[in-house]
C-alpha cells in the first residue's frame, strides 16, 4: 500500500517523541496527563502525555507509538494540533480531521480513532488529577472491527 | 548492486532468463495443441510437455506418467485434497459422515479451504496443532488417525517460516495404515532433494513460480503404483491428462516449468549451501546487534533460504517502511481489514504481539551477500529508529512484563 508524503514525513521525522517521565514519575504529577491506549496484540499502542499550564493550556505534549506507519503519523500529528490549545479546545478534534489531514484509507481509520482516543485519555487523566468533572460522553466512530 | 532488493523468494520468484529462453519458440513457432494429434504442430507442442513431463518427474524421483500438469499449486492441492476425498468417500455414509482427513492449522489457505469445504460437505476434519516450533511430527499424524480416515494433508515445509516436517516419517505411518498422503511441497521441491519412493509420497502439489519458472503453471504428482492413487476430476472437459484435468495444455508454461525443474535438479545442492551460509549469517548477525530479536519455528528443521524473525516492540508493517528498499513481507498484516496477524504465527501459540513484529525475509538464486550486508543495516537502523519511538520498549526496558499489562483493546 502506497502511504501519502504526510505519512511518510511523520514516520521518518516524527514530532514531539517522548515522555515527561516513565510511568511511575508522572503517575503523581498534577500538571501531566497521561493517555495509553490500544493493545499490543491489535498492533497498535499510542501513549500520549500532556503538560498542562495552570490557565488549562496544554503547553507541551509527548507521544510514544507502537503501530503501523499511519498509527505513528497519526499521533504525531496529534501531539502538533493540541500543543497551545487548551484542554477543551483539544477534545475537539475529531478523527475525521486526522484521516483528511493525513489521506488515511479506509483501512487505517482505526489509526485516527486511537490518536483521538489518546487525547480525550489523557486529558480526562488530567482532569481527574486535579478534581475536575471528566465529562464521559464522546461521540465518535467506532463500527471498526477489532 | 541494484535498489531495491528482492527478499521475498518465498511470494514469486524471478523466471530464470534461461527457462525464459526455452518458452519462448512455443509462443511463435512450436505453438500447436498437444492434443493435435495429426499434424506436425501438434506432435511438437506434445515433444515439449513430455519433455518436461520427464525432466518434473525426474526432480522427485517419478515416472512422467505420474505428473499431472494444473494451473499451480492451489489448484494441485484443490485436486489432491477434494479428488482424493471424493474418490475415497464413505458410501453410504459412516456413522461419523464421509470419511475423516487430517491436516495442520498452519497449512496454505489452498490446504486449509479445500479442507474447510469438505468439512461442511460432510467430511469430518482433525486439524493437527504444531508445537511451538511449528513441527508435524508422524507421532502427531499417527495419533490422529481413525479407522475411517481416507487422507492425511501435511505440508513438506512452511511457506511462513521455513520449517520442514517429518513427510518420509509421517508418509510412513500413512502407508501402513492403507491412507492416501498428500503433501504441499510448493516451498520445498526445487530447493531441497526430494524422493516421492523414500519419502512415503502418494500425492505433491508444486509450481513453477517459486523454482524460477513461470507463473501460472503447477503440477501435481499421482502415484501410479504399490499403490495406486485414484482422483475425481475437478475440472471436466476432453478428458486431458489421463482425466483428472482436462483442458487444452499450458505448451509454454509447461515447457518453462520443466526447464526450471533441470536447473534446479542440477543447481539445488550447491545453491542450497550458498543460501544457507547467507542466511545463517542474516540471523546470527541481527540477534548480535540487537536484543529480543527471535527466530520463529524450530532452529534447525528449516529451509536453507527462509528466515522469519520477531523483532519485539517494533510492529512489522512500520519495519517494512523503514526498510523500503528490501522487499519481504511481515506477519503483521495491519493492511487487512481484519487487523489479524498471521495465522502461522498465532499458531504456534506465540504471543500476537510477535506475530505483530515479524518479518519475512526469503533469499533465492540472485540474492548476494551484499544485498545481505544491505539488508543488514537497514533493518538494525529501522528496528532502532522504531524502538525510540515505542512505548513497549520504554515498559520493557523499565523491566515491566507487557503481557501482564491489562491492555485497553477495543
Known amino acids: 500500500m502506497a502511504y501519502s508524503e504526510k505519512v511518510i514525513d511523520h514516520y521518518q521525522n516524527p514530532r514531539n517523541v517522548g515522555a515527561f517521565g516513565s510511568s511511575s514519575e508522572v503517575k503523581d504529577r498534577k500538571d501531566v496527563g497521561v493517555g495509553i491506549v490500544g493493545a499490543p ?6 501513549q500520549l502525555q500532556i503538560k498542562v499550564d495552570d490557565d488549562g493550556k496544554i503547553e507541551d505534549a509527548k507521544f510514544k507509538c507502537f503501530g503501523c506507519g499511519s ?3 497519526s499521533s504525531s500529528l496529534a501531539t502538533e494540533w493540541i500543543k497551545g490549545k487548551s484542554v477543551d479546545e483539544a477534545l475537539e478534534i475529531k478523527n475525521t480531521r486526522i484521516v483528511e489531514e493525513l489521506a488515511l484509507p479506509p483501512v487505517k481509520i482505526h489509526c485516527s480513532v486511537l490518536a483521538e482516543d489518546s487525547i480525550r485519555t489523557a486529558i480526562e487523566d488530567y482532569k481527574k488529577k486535579n478534581g475536575q468533572v471528566v465529562d464521559s460522553a464522546h461521540g465518535h466512530d467506532h463500527s471498526h472491527a477489532h | 548492486m541494484n535498489l531495491p532488493i528482492y527478499m521475498d523468494n518465498a511470494s514469486t520468484t524471478r523466471t530464470d532468463p ?5 518458452m519462448l519458440p512455443y509462443f511463435t513457432e512450436t505453438y500447436g495443441n498437444s492434443a493435435s494429434r ?4 501438434g506432435w511438437a507442442a506434445e515433444k515439449g510437455v513430455e ?40 458410501a453410504p455414509m459412516g456413522e461419523t459422515g464421509r470419511g475423516h482427513i487430517v491436516t495442520c492449522i498452519i497449512e496454505h489457505k489452498a490446504v486449509l479451504d479445500p479442507c474447510k469445504r469438505l468439512e461442511r460437505e460432510g467430511f469430518d ?34 511457506n511462513e517460516i521455513g520449517t520442514i516436517n517429518d513427510i518420509p516419517g509421517i508418509g510412513a505411518v500413512c502407508r501402513e495404515r492403507g491412507v492416501v498422503f498428500h503433501t504441499d511441497a510448493t516451498q520445498w521441491v526445487g530447493k531441497m532433494p526430494t524422493d516421492v519412493e523414500k519419502d512415503n509420497v502418494d500425492l505433491m502439489s508444486w509450481s513453477g513460480h517459486k523454482i524460477y519458472g513461470p507463473g501460472g503453471v503447477g503440477a501435481l504428482y499421482v502415484r501410479r503404483r504399490r499403490p495406486r492413487v485414484r482422483l475425481q476430476a475437478q475440472i471436466d472437459g476432453g478428458g486431458h491428462e489421463r482425466g483428472m484435468r482436462s483442458g487444452t495444455l499450458n505448451v509454454p508454461g509447461i515447457v518453462g516449468f520443466g526447464a526450471a525443474c533441470a536447473i534446479c535438479s542440477e543447481e539445488m545442492e550447491t545453491e542450497r549451501e550458498r543460501l544457507l551460509a547467507l542466511r545463517l549469517k542474516l540471523e546470527n548477525e541481527l540477534k548480535s546487534r540487537m536484543d529480543v530479536v527471535e527466530v520463529n519455528g524450530h532452529a534447525d528443521r528449516r529451509l536453507p533460504h527462509l528466515t522469519n524473525i520477531s523483532f519485539g516492540f517494533v510492529e512489522g508493517e512500520s519495519l517494512m517502511m523503514g526498510i523500503k528498499d528490501i522487499a519481504c513481507s511481515s506477519g503483521s ?15 504456534l501459540g506465540l504471543g500476537d504481539e510477535l506475530a505483530h513484529s515479524s518479518l519475512r525475509l526469503s533469499l533465492g538464486r540472485w540474492s548476494t551477500e551484499e544485498e545481505v550486508d544491505y539488508a543488514i543495516d537497514a533493518i538494525h537502523k529501522a528496528v532502532e529508529h522504531l524502538r525510540a519511538l515505542s512505548p513497549l520498549y520504554d515498559l520493557h526496558n523499565e523491566g515491566i512484563d507487557i503481557t501482564k499489562i491489562e491492555w485497553q483493546t477495543h
Open chain 1, 41 to 46: 496484540e491489535c498492533g497498535d499502542v499510542m
Open chain 2, 51 to 90: 519433455l518436461a513431463r520427464e525432466q518434473a518427474a525426474s526432480l522427485i524421483g517419478a515416472g512422467p506418467k505420474e505428473i499431472v500438469w494444473t494451473s499451480g499449486a492451489t489448484e494441485s492441492n484443490n485436486l489432491a485434497i477434494k479428488g482424493a476425498a471424493q474418490m475415497y468417500a464413505k
Open chain 2, 38 to 41: 495429426n499434424h506436425a504442430f
Open chain 2, 125 to 158: 476434519v482433525t486439524w493437527l496443532e504444531p508445537g511451538a516450533d511449528g513441527v508435524v511430527t508422524a507421532e502427531m499424524v499417527a495419533g490422529a488417525l481413525r479407522e475411517d480416515t481416507i487422507l492425511v494433508s501435511i505440508m513438506w515445509a512452511n
Open chain 1, 71 to 73: 498509527a505513528i503519523a
Open chain 2, 18 to 22: 534461461r527457462v525464459v529462453e526455452a
Open chain 2, 333 to 347: 498484516a495491519c493492511t487487512s481489514a481484519s487487523l489479524e496477524p498471521s495465522y502461522v504465527l498465532k499458531g
